[in-house]
Nanobody, 126 residues
Framework: QVHMVESGGGSVQAGGSLRLSCAAS????????TAWFRQAPGKEREGVAA???????PYADSVKGRFTISQDNANNRVYLQMNSLKPEDTAVYYC????????????????????WGQGTQITVSS
């Protein structure tokens, strides 16, 4: 049974950094495609970054150069390093995974990802 638990959320001032962790169980992250999404109040869930089994790592334009997705096969975790945080990064962040990797052109669509974590809140103050 696929299960994911996000951690590392919290409150930070603008310009600060946080690292989110997604602990996976029931599957091996190196054999799945995984992604991070976020959802701000009153807004739709949006893709932040993904990591494909072939090594591709697409990012949302809004986070390019600031966020980095990575995978720790030894600990079966996926990370999202977030630097230079902005108030507009405030959202609940979710980990997603799928054994049948979505077409990379659709990576940022929530509906193409099968499994989800429960989310962790990030609040960035100005």
């Amino acid at each position: 049974q696929v299960h994911m638990v996000e951690s590392g959320g919290g409150s930070v001032q603008a310009g600060g950094s946080l690292r989110l962790s997604c602990a996976a169980s029931g599957f091996t992250v190196s054999r799945y495609c995984t992604a991070w999404f976020r959802q701000a109040p009153g807004k739709e869930r949006e893709g932040v970054a993904a990591i494909y089994t072939g090594g591709r790592t697409p990012y949302a334009d809004s986070v390019k150069g600031r966020f980095t997705i990575s995978q720790d096969n030894a600990n079966n975790r996926v990370y999202l390093q977030m630097n230079s945080l902005k108030p507009e990064d405030t959202a609940v962040y979710y980990c997603a995974a799928d054994s049948f990797c979505p077409y990379v052109g659709n990576w940022n669509l929530p509906r193409v990802w099968h499994d989800w974590g429960q989310g962790t809140q990030i609040t960035v103050s100005s």
